[in-house]
């Protein structure tokens, strides 16, 4: 495993930083390793710490599993809440939660391989609190899109709430696109999302 994680070194942090620290590289881990093999082990070796103190910090597999999809949930519930705000036109709010998507996938590829993951594992222990997700995220979607078909700004033969979904959709197509050997820039990428 190559790793990205800043803290190399073998230094005394305070908790607050030593927790920061800690969650960088279960992000990292969990990225590449998948929610379900990821572990204390493999982060204490990537942040150069003992198994001991990644216990200190996330006492079992479950607090562990839910301290790094807390951080995913968070991050991609301000993606939706920054995106659809409800003075905004429905068309700038699509194009701006669309670019935020794309920003996020080329700057924080660990959060998103992390939630790519998630929204595709139905285990019954993670799926239910996906779904929380999706349905926070639709819900700010709809208010903001609502009005554009009830004036016919859109013109759709799809429902709101089949809009809603199909755009939430769209992040495993900025995924794939981005993850090709020959990816295109995020311009390119924002550009065919919105267009399609």
Known sequence: ME???EFRRRTRLAPEARRKQLMECALEVFSKRGIGRAGHAEIAELAQVSVATVFNYFNTRED?????????ELYFRGIASAAFVQ???????IH????????????????????????SSVREEIWPRYLKLLAHNTDLMKKVIKPGFENSTFECSLTV??????????????????NQPNNPSQDKVIEFVYKY
């Open 64 to 72: 562990l599993v839910n301290a790094v999809l807390t951080e995913v």
């Open 96 to 119: 701006d939660y669309i670019a935020f998507v794309v920003e996020a996938a080329y700057t924080k590829p660990d959060y998103t391989h992390i939630w790519l993951e998630w929204s």
């Open 161 to 178: 709430d089949e809009f809603c979904r199909a755009l939430t959709g769209c992040g495993y197509m900025i995924i794939q696109m981005i």
């Open 87 to 93: 003075s905004k036109d429905p068309m700038e709010t």
């Open 3 to 5: 790793p990205r994680a």
